[in-house]
């Protein structure tokens, strides 16, 4: 069973910068694809980035393009998301999104994201 665990939230000013973790029981290669969603209350949730596994193709919201990173480190099965440039809107919260082969989804608890001077 795939587990996920978010980490790296927080509270940051506008115009600055966090990195987030996602820690994948699992190899993350075993999975089809992995990403970042925020949800903030009262909206949909949102796709930020994500990757494909094999290839390393990645897809990012249109709000973030050019600010946010997605990024992996094999060999210790975690998932990043580098937060650069942030603003207020970016408040919300965050969470971590895999898609094993089968295509079924799985989601970490998530991380709350803060912006605010």
């Known amino acids: 069973q795939v587990q996920l665990v978010e980490t790296g939230g927080g509270l940051v000013q506008p115009g600055g910068s966090l990195r987030l973790s996602c820690a994948a029981s699992v190899s993350i290669f075993s999975l089809y694809a992995m990403g970042w969603f925020r949800q903030t209350p009262g909206k949909q949730r949102e796709l930020v980035a994500r990757?494909?596994?094999?290839?390393?193709?990645?897809t990012y919201g249109d709000s973030v393009k050019g600010r946010f990173t997605i990024s992996r480190d094999s060999a210790k099965n975690t998932l990043y998301l580098q937060m650069n440039s942030l603003k207020p809107e970016d408040t919300a919260l965050y969470s971590c999104?895999?898609?094993?082969?089968?295509?079924?989804?799985?989601w970490g608890q998530g991380t709350q994201v803060t912006v605010s001077s």
């Open positions: 990757i494909i596994s094999d290839g390393g193709s990645t």
């Open positions: 999104n895999a898609l094993t082969r089968l295509r079924s989804p799985v």
